[in-house]
């Protein structure tokens, strides 16, 4: 009996055989999975807090820089907007077909630019135009030629102004007695339109703003006869800004 039987204790295995490992069950609490969450949104919102913070912030010390450099500006160089006026006109043609309404024009403006400014020069760039009207009919048309005005200066500017339209029966007798010539102690009533693009310049080299000055001219002549004499007996204007941009 001995012989073919073996005893075993219960606390070891039998030969040959090894005590199995057992997975050791993890147990994740939810309450931590709820705090990292939460820490983890509360980060992002902080991060993107700051961040509209550091924009703001930013922004406006921009802006505050940025009106600080205009008042500057404004004060020390004290800029004033350049003053036009119509100077003469020449009548180079002014016809108006007998059989038909179809009147053509050419003119020869003079418009005196004054620039009252020291250190501020007015670029004239490209695009300016002035227009004729005439009982609100448009005779015809220039453009203004691009160059560089320099500080306290006064340019002469001649325009070119041709144009050909078509009028009513009562324009056109109008045209014809203002060829003719109005009655003794009248005037004819003509309108031009100054479209001026500029750029103001400091020192002629830095460019700090550009506009438009758009002037609206009313001048009253003794005549639009071609190649006469014409003598301007009143004028009146008004102008406004059309935009500004800073550069």
């Not at 006026?85 to 009548?91: C, E, H, L």
């Not at 050909?164 to 045209?175: E, F, N, S, T």
Request: glycine share 6%.
């Amino acid at each position: 009996m001995d012989d073919h039987h073996q005893s075993y204790s219960l606390a070891a295995p039998p030969p040959g055989l090894t005590n199995p490992v057992r997975p050791v069950p993890q147990y994740i609490s939810l309450a931590n999975q709820k705090f990292h969450r939460r820490h983890h949104e509360y980060d992002h919102a902080d991060y993107c807090q700051r961040l509209i913070c550091f924009f703001c912030t930013f922004l406006f010390f921009f802006i505050l820089l940025f009106l600080l450099t205009f008042v500057a500006i404004f004060t020390i160089l004290n800029p004033k907007l350049p003053k036009y006026k119509v100077s003469s006109i020449t009548i180079n043609s002014l016809h108006v077909n007998p059989a038909n309404t179809n009147v053509s024009a050419e003119f020869t403006l003079f418009i005196e630019a004054d620039n009252p400014n020291n250190r501020i020069g007015i670029l004239y760039r490209d695009a300016g135009k002035v227009t004729a009207f005439f009982r609100g009919n448009t005779l015809c048309s220039g453009e203004i030629p691009q160059f560089l005005q320099p500080g306290n200066n006064i340019t002469l500017i001649k325009i070119g102004m041709k144009g050909q339209i078509k009028v009513g029966p009562g324009d056109r007798a109008a045209l014809l007695e203002g060829i003719a010539g109005p009655p003794s102690g009248e005037a004819l009533e003509l309108h031009v339109l100054a479209k001026v693009p500029v750029a103001v310049q400091l020192d002629n080299e830095v460019t700090l703003w550009r506009f438009r000055v758009d002037t609206f001219f009313t001048l009253m002549l003794n005549s639009i006869a071609p190649r006469q004499p014409i003598r301007i007996e009143k004028s009146e204007h008004n102008f406004e800004v059309d935009y500004m941009d800073w550069m």
